[in-house]
């Protein structure tokens, strides 16, 4: 298996820009989350998805932060705009929904603000 | 809520020594325990998984163990190499197929 496939891996985009980060699960699962690392916070949990519906969005930091699951497969996260705050390394990891499954992570987006 | 602290922050051994991470949550009621290890500009990796109903998994040089009654999980590397010079984090998974992590502990392996 290819494991969680995030894209793209390395973003660099200016305060007020449009940005979306892409993640495809592995095959097989159907629970997804999006994280987000900073040095000053470690990891944060922004949202997950059971079977593509949304469960607990209360990590996503502001209405500027959205993110969805058109297919069991594939999420997007989108900030809009996006602000230099913002600047962070962005995971998604998939997981089987039942209570005994192992959380992998992809390899992370780098989101830079300027 | 749970809470998953880590301890020690940071470590640094010389090569080959054994040594053991430590990680603590707060809730007992957990249905799994996983490690990882996160190496700079990287994803997390995962080591070790221990379902509740388990007390220790063990992978090569590695060894995790799990008190769930006293909300406890080691990881136990043995015999250290510079490679393993990373950040290791743990995360308990509970109901409601919620994950919480710890913050981690940088390890740095002396040659």
């Known amino acids: 298996d290819a494991g969680v496939i995030q894209s793209p891996r390395h973003e660099v985009t200016e305060m007020g820009q449009e940005v979306t980060l892409r993640c495809k699960l592995i095959s097989g699962h159907n629970s997804l989350f999006w994280y987000r690392q900073t040095m000053m916070r470690g990891l944060e949990l922004l949202i997950y998805f059971n079977n593509n519906v949304p469960i607990d969005d209360s990590g996503m930091p502001e209405d500027r932060f959205s993110a969805k699951m058109p297919n069991a497969s594939f999420s997007t996260l989108k900030i809009q705009p996006s602000e230099p705050r913002d600047s962070a390394v962005y995971f998604c990891?998939?997981?089987?929904?039942?209570?005994?499954?192992?959380?992998?992570f992809g390899e992370g987006s780098r989101l830079t603000v300027l | 809520k749970q809470e998953v602290t880590q301890i020690p922050a940071a470590l640094s051994v010389p090569e080959g020594e054994n040594l053991v991470l430590n990680c603590s949550f707060t809730?007992?009621?957990?249905?799994?325990l996983q490690w990882f290890r996160q190496d700079p500009g990287k994803g997390l990796t995962s080591l070790l998984l221990i379902q509740s109903s388990q007390r220790e998994q063990t992978s090569g040089r590695l060894n995790a163990s799990l008190d769930k009654s006293s909300g406890r999980s080691t990881l136990y590397i043995a015999a250290s190499q510079p490679g393993d010079s990373a950040t290791y984090l743990c995360?308990?998974?509970?109901?409601?197929?919620?994950?919480?992590f710890g913050t981690g502990t940088s390890l740095t392996v002396i040659p």
């Open positions: 990891a998939s997981t089987e929904a039942g209570n005994t499954g192992e959380l992998f």
């Open positions: 809730d007992s009621a957990i249905y799994n």
């Open positions: 995360a308990v998974r509970n109901t409601g197929n919620q994950f919480y």
